[in-house]
């Protein structure tokens, strides 16, 4: 009972952790170097791994629909299933995971590590708010950053499925392209992209917020970062999950 | 002036502060003792605001900065300069950025870049650093660099008032000696009120205008340095006589 309290408790201060940011954003000075630098590490940075990532991804989807396509000799629709699923469920949700795991961690590492160490309270002592000046600038670059992760992630996934589909199962070109651009729709990329956005600000309110409140010393600061990770994890997911019934129906 | 007035504050069931009044003149240096864990950093927080009252007040020339949120405590908190326990210097950035920090993010008139670099380096001239450190990080300065660059922070927007928490802790005697020197500095030569939160009965006997000892929430004693040396305390005694004794 005890702990459900203090979960719901902390949950209520990051809510108004959330706002205050949201409330921040619109307040002068803005920020651009610092929202530029969050960006090139969140998103150039995470580049690689995100591109790592999406290419293998693309390449096994693309072996399995072939396996499966091939039990009803429809090997042509291989391409546009594939590109389906990378650009609704598979680029946002496995973006969003990975850069979870690259600049989530360090975001709210960085942040604890600044709490513990005074630094946050330093800068709040010279009249800058660090909301404004360390959440905002990582708040506004992960929602820009998400969907062209999320973009370069359909991008590689959809050349490696094309690669394994074309080059190693022998599936013509023609269909191959041809049903891509039959199955897939703008709106289905637009969607992705939605949930990028949102998967972005969702993570980055959450590392942020852990490595903001986090207490003690490198303890405290690592079990912050486990936090971050996994709750961000588990947000990722429920939100895929609402955006899918939303949108699709149950 | 600094007025503290009835100050309480506890974290969960434990009582931090019972009850703390004290008023510090404008010019003046008012050093607070106390052992490890009884409150002196809480009690320094309260000052600046980065910490709200269960009851109680903190005025400054009038202005209660405890009801004080947002913008209007953040124009309040220009006044103030801080220099933290463990230096807290941005690690991300460098020296010259650290002391340029406070200069570039002040609200109102901007100063050129020339200014700000001009600034910084007078300084931490005034800390007795040269424009060999402005590129180092942090990360390469000693603990006693570490505090003279944390000062020089302190001190760049020329503030009225400066919080100094356990500016000595962990430095050796000659670099102790030295920030001593640069406190009373700060208060002979530009006039800042000072409060200054230490264990270190040496170093606060040689800059304070006076002396607050703090023990169990409450302040024991009060007074000059010679006034609190003769307080018949039992607490404030046993403290004092830890040092004094071996003198």
């Known amino acids: 009972m005890k702990k459900l309290r203090a979960a719901l408790e902390d949950f209520g201060q990051m809510l108004f952790f959330a706002a205050e940011t949201v409330a921040w954003a619109f307040r002068p000075p803005f920020r651009p170097d610092q929202i530029l630098a969050q960006m090139a590490f969140i998103g150039a940075g995470s580049a690689f791994i995100v591109g790592v990532t999406g290419t293998f991804a693309g390449m096994v989807f693309g072996l399995q629909m072939n396996y499966a396509m091939k039990q009803f000799a429809a090997e042509g629709y291989v391409g546009g299933s594939t590109a389906f699923a990378l650009s ?16 989530g961690s360090a975001i709210a590492t960085e942040l604890g590590t600044m709490r513990v160490t005074e630094q946050i309270d330093a800068m709040e002592s010279m009249a800058v708010s660090p909301i404004q000046y360390l959440v905002v600038p990582r708040v506004i670059a992960a929602v820009l950053m998400f969907p062209v992760l999320t973009m370069l992630f359909n991008t590689l996934g959809y050349g490696g499925a094309y690669l394994m589909g074309v080059y190693v199962a022998g599936i013509p070109v023609g269909p191959f392209v041809g049903h891509t651009r039959e199955f897939l729709q703008m709106s289905d990329i637009l969607h992705g992209l939605m949930k990028a956005i949102v998967f972005g600000a969702l993570v980055a309110i959450i590392t942020t917020w852990r490595g903001y409140s986090a207490t003690g010393g490198a303890r405290g600061v690592g079990e912050g970062t486990t936090r971050a990770v996994v709750a961000s994890s588990i947000a990722i997911l429920l939100a895929d999950y609402a955006a899918t019934v939303l949108s699709v129906g149950s | ?58 005025k400054v020339d009038g202005v209660e900065i405890s009801s004080l949120t947002g913008r209007a405590l953040t124009e309040a908190r220009q006044r103030f300069g801080m220099v933290f326990q463990g230096a807290a210097l941005f690690d991300s950035m460098t020296v010259f950025d650290n002391v340029a920090f406070p200069l570039r993010e002040r609200r109102g008139k901007r100063l050129a870049a020339a200014d700000v670099r001009q600034r910084v380096i007078e300084k931490l001239k005034v800390v007795d650093l040269g424009e060999e450190v402005l590129g180092r990080w942090p990360s390469e300065l000693s603990g006693g660099m570490r505090k003279r660059v944390a000062l020089a922070r302190a001190l760049v927007s020329d503030p009225q008032i400066v919080l100094y928490d356990e500016p000595t ?79």
Do not use: C
């Open chain 2, 169 to 247: 802790t962990g430095l050796d005697p000659i670099t102790t000696e030295y920030v001593d020197e640069m406190i009373v500095h700060a208060r002979e030569r530009l006039g800042i009120t000072s409060m200054v939160i230490s264990h270190d009965i040496a170093s606060a006997f040689r800059v304070a205008d006076r002396v607050g000892v703090l023990y169990d929430g409450h302040l024991a004693a009060v007074g000059t340095p010679a006034e609190v040396r003769a307080s018949p305390d039992p607490f404030v005694q046993r403290f004092l006589s830890t040092w004094f004794s071996k003198q």
């Open chain 1, 88 to 103: 609704r469920e598979l680029a946002p949700v496995f973006t969003a995971l990975m850069v979870t795991g690259r600049a």
């Open chain 2, 1 to 58: 002036m600094i007025e503290v007035v009835d100050l309480w504050k506890s974290f969960g069931a434990h009582d931090v502060l019972k009850g703390i009044n004290i008023a510090i003149p404008q010019g003046e240096t008012f050093v607070v003792l106390g052992g490890s864990g009884s409150g002196k950093t809480v009690l320094m927080k309260h000052v600046i605001g980065l910490l709200k009252p269960d009851r109680g007040a903190i």
